[in-house]
């Protein structure tokens, strides 16, 4: 197998940045909230259900995380007094997590700061049909990653975690020229080509 070609290592190492920079970049914007981009998802997941309540694996699958992962995020979240878990009535083994009211005011809280650090920080920069661009790469990765089809994101191409699309957002435009990429001074060095030996 040949090895990766330029653009592919630029690619790749930009991916990498990406998913180093974005998580800090975004837990900053949610300081004043006083609660990280991930449970700002987890709070988000509970106030999306009806009963502002999911046992710990449907939590789990819907902010694709792991249980062990979950199930410390709860706990720090309880101790704040956002979150309550008890027993799930119609499943001894299982555990739920139920959104309370001080739960609920922090993610209303939270929510205009994820939001416009998100806007900021990723979409902004990416044109007007740069979201579904970014969608569409997104979710041909993920179901490499999650070739089993565990996390919700990757359980259906509909994927039930995605957000309802709102009837006011406009259809991109197929005419709409594709914005030049960038050169970036953190992408690989451009292999040099060997000089060919002389005959």
């Known amino acids: 197998m040949d090895g990766l070609s330029h653009q592919e290592r630029v690619a790749v190492a930009r991916l990498r ?6 998580p800090v970049a975004l837990d900053r914007h949610l300081v004043e909230a006083g609660i990280t981009s991930f449970e700002f998802t987890l709070l988000e997941a509970l106030h999306e259900d009806a ?3 999911l ?3 449907v939590l789990a699958a819907r902010t694709n995380a792991t249980l062990p992962r979950l199930s410390r995020v709860v706990t720090s979240l309880e ?3 956002l979150v309550t878990r008890t027993p799930c009535p119609q499943d001894a083994r299982a555990t739920n997590a139920t959104l ?3 739960g609920e ?3 209303r809280h939270a929510r205009p700061l994820y939001e416009t650090a998100v806007r900021r920080l990723v979409l902004d920069g990416l044109g007007d049909d740069g979201a579904s661009r970014l969608a569409e790469l ?3 990765m993920l179901t490499r990653l999650d070739p089993a089809r565990r996390l919700a994101v990757t359980a259906d191409a509909d ?3 995605d957000p309802a699309p709102c009837p006011a957002d406009p259809e991109p435009c197929p005419a709409d020229p594709a914005p030049r990429e960038p050169s970036c001074p953190a992408d690989p060095a451009a292999r040099a080509t060997p000089p060919k030996a002389a005959p």
């Open 159 to 161: 994927c039930p975690a």
């Open 138 to 140: 997104a979710y041909a």
């Open 55 to 57: 046992r710990l694996s």
């Open 17 to 22: 940045a990406l998913l180093e920079l974005l």
């Open 51 to 53: 009963e502002a309540r």
């Open 100 to 102: 309370t009211a001080a």
């Open 105 to 107: 005011t922090a993610y």
């Open 79 to 81: 101790r704040k007094g």
